[in-house]
């Protein structure tokens, strides 16, 4: 790809991250708003909820918008509605089973922990409520569709919003002096909003160019290479997914407390995260755009992007270390001061990961997921042992190392791959 396709896709991300880094501080300050009004283990509880509630969503729900991104775009270019409407439907089907499923798997996984303990009586009714958030979670098609349309900007500002609204409602019930209950219907409503705002904006396209939406079975898909892609990419989610477990795991071996301050210190360092998501999610449907059309150089315009999302958490790690101990106290209090060690860490995470969201784009483009798959279990695994360590020796600074060494392993495995591909090609 030439200069100007590099250029198009960097504003292309920079439309995206745009509105993503409104509703990044938003998060933040919505956090920050709950830690102030709650105590820490009641803040504890709700993360606790939040993460439980938010990997059962990613495990068990499907990714459809990558099945939208890889068959959508020849229905588009031929101007095929007809196809373009099956297809649609299809990924509705398989967004409202994955729903349905992890509201179901979710519910049955409180009332085991009910059963034996895990869960008590003062938590259940959290975690339920948040599990409940789930049946919200049907936008796969609707993110792959405005991609496909390339409606960055559309997608930048879904959900923003919403979370300036979460910070303001937050903020009243603060100063309400509300209850602990007033908190967790705010949070949860406002997550089980957020992904239907793109649905919304996806129909408007439908309806605009008049897509009729069927439940056909779609002509352009090769059922058994979906399947195959769906099991290797899910299989990838989970494994990610599972690192956020560690939050419910400080929450059971160890406090609540501990889990809220693990939150709070995550966030700080790895909040831009949520702003360098879009290099991967840009850069995904251009390199199979790339791959369609045999381009010789698509390994080495992975790499330039990779670079790029490097050298911009770089930056961030190193001017966000000299303010950390000032804001962590300005933004949560000083009781979360003990985060600032923690948050230097995973600020130290952050460029690693970066890297490894862009790498692992590139090998996905090129049906390199088994490889994407391996190398996170091979690094995942290995951390949620080291976390369960960490926990029972009632040690968070064990933890949050673990996370920069799994970090780094992951890169390195991914970099190891990519060399690998780039040699075969």
Not at 264 to 277: E, T
Not at 289 to 317: E, M, N
């Amino acid at each position: 790809m030439d200069g100007s396709g590099f250029r198009k896709l960097v504003t292309s991300v920079l439309a995206l991250s745009a509105g993503t880094a409104g509703g990044a501080l938003a998060g933040l300050a919505a956090l920050a708003v709950t830690a102030r009004a709650l105590d820490p283990d009641q803040l504890g509880t709700i993360v606790m909820a939040q993460a439980y509630a938010a990997v059962v969503g990613r495990v068990f729900g499907f990714s459809s918008w990558q099945i939208m991104v890889r068959h959508g775009r020849p229905p588009i270019s031929q101007h095929d509605r007809v196809e373009l409407g099956r297809l649609v439907g299809y990924c509705v089907r398989l967004d409202a089973l994955g729903a349905l499923s992890s509201v179901v798997v979710s519910l049955v996984g409180v009332s085991v922990f009910f059963v034996f303990d895990i869960v008590d009586v003062f938590s259940a009714p959290i975690f339920v409520i948040f599990c409940l958030t789930l049946a919200g979670k049907i936008s796969g098609w609707a993110v792959g569709l405005l991609r496909l349309h390339e409606r960055f900007a559309a997608v930048a500002a879904q959900g923003v919003s919403v979370q300036f609204i979460r910070v303001a409602m937050l903020s009243v019930a603060w100063a309400l002096n509300a209850g602990l209950y007033w908190f967790v219907a705010i949070w949860a409503v406002t997550l089980f909003v957020t992904p239907l705002t793109s649905v919304f904006l996806a129909l408007r396209i439908c309806r605009s160019s008049n897509v009729p939406l069927s439940f056909s079975r779609p002509t352009t898909i090769d059922f058994a290479e979906a399947f195959k892609l769906f099991l290797h990419t899910n299989y990838h989610v989970a494994l990610t997914s599972m690192r956020d477990l560690d939050v419910f795991i400080l929450g059971t071996l160890m406090t609540p407390a501990a889990s809220g301050l693990h939150r709070v210190a995550r966030d700080i360092g790895l909040k831009p995260l949520q702003i360098l998501n879009h290099i991967p999610l840009v850069l995904y449907p251009v390199l199979m755009r790339q791959r369609r059309q045999q381009s010789p150089d698509t390994v080495s315009f992975g790499l330039r992007v990779t670079l790029l999302g490097l050298g911009i958490a770089s930056i961030y790690s190193l001017c966000m270390a000299f303010f950390i101990g000032f804001i962590v106290v300005w933004l949560f209090g000083s009781e979360y001061a003990p985060a600032t060690i923690l948050a230097l860490i995973f600020l130290a995470a952050l460029p690693l990961e970066a890297a490894s969201k862009s790498l692992g784009a590139v090998l996905m483009a090129d049906d390199k997921s088994q490889a994407l798959a391996r190398s996170t279990a091979a690094a995942t695994v290995p951390y949620l042992c080291l976390v369960v360590i960490g926990a029972l020796a009632q040690n968070l600074s064990i933890v949050v190392f673990s996370y920069f060494a799994q970090a780094a392993f992951q890169l390195a495995l991914l970099a190891w791959a990519y060399r690998r591909q780039g040699k075969a090609s």
